[in-house]
């Protein structure tokens, strides 16, 4: 069974930067390819951006391209989002994911493991 454990959300103001972190725990991360996910008040859970696991590869929603890079460190067994000029529209409720595969993949039906959520408010 994996376990994942994010953490890093907070309140930030507009422009601000913010780094989300996933620990992944009870299976080997490096056979995991992971993702990152959110959830505003009133939507649909919405994917952000996928990694494979060897880091070769990413992917993201086009309303993050350029603003947000996820990483991962296999060492640590943690996979990042760092997220810059923040803006009110991306509040939301963070979640990571992991799928057993060595490809990244965009669609919330691909991951099997999914973390508790970090709560990130962007106030104008």
């Known amino acids: 069974q994996v376990q994942l454990v994010e953490s890093g959300g907070g309140l930030v103001q507009a422009g601000d930067s913010l780094r989300l972190s996933c620990a992944h725990s009870?299976?080997?991360?490096?056979?995991?390819?992971m993702g990152w996910f959110r959830q505003a008040p009133g939507k649909e859970r919405e994917f952000i951006a996928a990694?494979?696991?060897?880091?070769?590869?990413?992917q993201y929603t086009d309303s993050v391209k350029g603003r947000f890079t996820i990483s991962r460190d296999n060492a640590k067994n943690t996979v990042y989002l760092q997220m810059s000029s923040l803006k009110p529209e991306d509040t939301a409720v963070y979640y990571c994911?992991?799928?057993?595969?060595?490809?990244?993949?965009?669609?919330?039906?691909?991951?099997?493991?999914w973390g508790q959520g970090t709560q990130v408010t962007v106030s104008s």
């Open positions: 994911a992991a799928r057993y595969s060595r490809a990244n993949y965009p669609g919330q039906s691909g991951y099997t493991y």
């Open positions: 990694i494979s696991s060897s880091a070769r590869n990413t």
């Open positions: 009870g299976r080997t991360f490096s056979d995991y390819a």
